[in-house]
T-cell receptor, first 111, second 114 residues
Framework: GENVEQHPSTLSVQEGDSAVIKCTYSDSASNYFPWYKQELGKGPQLIID?????GEKKDQRIAVTLNKTAKHFSLHITETQPEDSAVYFC??????????FGAGTRLTVKP | DAGVIQSPRHEVTEMGQEVTLRCKPI?????LFWYRQTMMRGLELLIYFNNNVPIDDSGMPEDRFSAKMPNASFSTLKIQPSEPRDSAVYFC????????????FGQGTRLTVV
């Protein structure tokens, strides 16, 4: 089955700096790669996603890149703010909706 | 829509007791997922259903765990008998099956087995 690895497990940045989280996946058939943000006491919420026919996608301060050949994808957050502090999860999924998550990255943005 | 609704939000039970977690997916969604979240293992997919049919239950830890989806608007995850190592947050999520789209998560059920 699919195996998703995520790094780093914790990340601390100064407000205004950029944050990058990286993930690799094992199943070349995976074609959908969402990123979720989880705040304390809540369920994960989608912040951005990318499909395998696209190499990069951007939404305001958030961008995701995908390298299908290397089977890795990354989340980039620019101009970080304290409210960006949360746990971020990457995931990979195939057409059968079998979505597997990475272990998560705890991001702390220091004011 | 109120989103994915899970109940109860918190459950404390004694070892050996039966525990039933409930989930109401978003209306119109035809895929439903049960995840377990722990510090040690992160978010683990336990089982998922497409059109009320279980597709993959390979993530279910052992025979003590069972899940059902009797109709499109309701699913249960049952643990019998419960053990302390089952303590975790259990999430239910739903999505549209076709097109591999976003999964919407409920608020989760925090289970503590003492």
């Amino acid at each position: 089955g699919e195996n998703v690895e995520q790094h780093p497990s914790t990340l601390s940045v100064q407000e205004g700096d950029s944050a990058v989280i990286k993930c690799t996946y094992s199943d070349s058939a995976s074609n959908y790669f969402p990123w979720y943000k989880q705040e304390l006491g809540k369920g994960p919420q989608l912040i951005i996603d990318i499909r395998s026919n696209v190499g990069e996608k951007k939404d305001q301060r958030i961008a995701v890149t995908l390298n299908k050949t290397a089977k890795h994808f990354s989340l980039h957050i620019t101009e970080t703010q304290p409210e960006d502090s949360a746990v971020y999860f990457c995931a990979a999924s195939k057409n059968n909706n079998d979505m597997r998550f990475g272990a998560g990255t705890r991001l702390t943005v220091k004011p | 829509d109120a989103g994915v609704i899970q109940s109860p939000r918190h459950e404390v039970t004694e070892m050996g007791q039966e525990v039933t977690l409930r989930c109401k997916p978003i209306s119109g969604h035809n895929s439903l997922f049960w995840y377990r979240q722990t510090m040690m293992r992160g978010l683990e997919l336990l089982i998922y259903f497409n059109n009320n049919v279980p597709i993959d239950d390979s993530g279910m830890p052992e025979d003590r765990f069972s899940a059902k989806m009797p109709n499109a608007s309701f699913s249960t995850l049952k643990i019998q008998p419960s053990e302390p190592r089952d303590s975790a947050v259990y999430f239910c999520a739903s999505s549209f099956q076709v097109g591999n789209t976003e999964a919407f998560f409920g608020q989760g059920t925090r289970l503590t087995v003492v």
